[in-house]
């Protein structure tokens, strides 16, 4: 079954520390992994698309790794602010003719003074 | 912003009401989706339009109608509700197919059904 897992489910962190939030997935065959910050009351925003080929990408503060051989990616998050709370949602693409879109279910971020 | 417009931002209906949702694309894209996403679940997909048509029916109730009349904007008829329907509907686009393509998506509307 095609699935995108997220952990954790909720973070708390203080302003200026890192954090890295997982996604483990089980989709085949692969096309690629995107990483959304939605914030509250807004809809997702893309933060980076990665490929088969890609292991890292970077936006910003952003850091995304992809491992296709395990199927698992990492968003890692640099000297959070404020601005950061929100939830961040795997999404994996299937390469096939409908190139459909899993989605996980998200990890919630809060950033605390 | 990201050049996806919803109307109306919140919605209250009761359970006998026909309510629509609006949403608009200023980005040139050819494909438009709906999606429903309730807490601590993924979001789900429900419709798919491409080039105006209809590509994707995701086995949504008939409750929920949709309308794409050109490739810029897309609407989302409500009628019959149930609670269960209550959620916050996203509006995407995107230039080509979402599986390759980056979706954009609206800001959302927050619907509670009485």
């Known amino acids: 079954k095609n699935q995108v897992e997220q952990s954790p489910q909720s973070l708390i962190i203080l302003e200026g520390k890192n954090c890295t939030l997982q996604?483990?997935?089980?989709?085949?065959?692969?096309?690629?992994l995107r990483w959304y910050k939605q914030d509250t009351g807004r809809g997702p925003v893309s933060l980076t698309i990665?490929?088969?080929?890609?292991n890292t990408k970077s936006n910003g503060r952003y850091t995304a790794t992809l491992d296709a051989d395990t199927k698992q990616s990492s968003l890692h998050i640099t000297a959070s602010q404020l601005s950061d709370s929100a939830s961040y949602i795997c999404?994996?693409?299937?390469?096939?003719?409908?190139?459909?879109?899993?989605f996980g279910s998200g990890t919630r971020l809060l950033v605390r003074p | 912003e990201t050049g996806v417009t919803q109307t109306p931002r919140h919605l209250v209906m009761g359970m006998t009401n026909k309510k629509s949702l609006k949403c608009e694309q200023h980005?040139?894209?050819?494909?438009m989706y709906w999606y429903k996403q309730s807490a601590k679940k993924p979001l789900e997909l429900m419709f798919v339009?491409?080039?105006?048509?209809?590509?994707e029916n995701n086995s949504v109730p008939s409750r929920f109608s949709p309308e794409c009349p050109n490739s810029s904007h897309l609407f989302l008829h409500l009628h019959t509700l149930q609670p269960e329907d209550s959620a916050l509907y996203l509006c995407?686009?995107?230039?080509?197919?979402?599986?390759?393509?980056?979706?954009?998506f609206g800001p959302g509307t927050r619907l509670t059904v009485l």
């Open positions: 990665m490929t088969f080929s890609e």
């Open positions: 339009y491409n080039f105006k048509e209809q590509t």
């Open positions: 996604c483990n997935y089980t989709v085949s065959p692969f096309s690629n």
């Open positions: 995407a686009s995107s230039q080509g197919l979402a599986g390759t393509d980056t979706q954009y």
């Open positions: 999404v994996v693409s299937l390469m096939d003719s409908s190139y459909k879109l899993i």
């Open positions: 980005l040139g894209h050819n494909a």
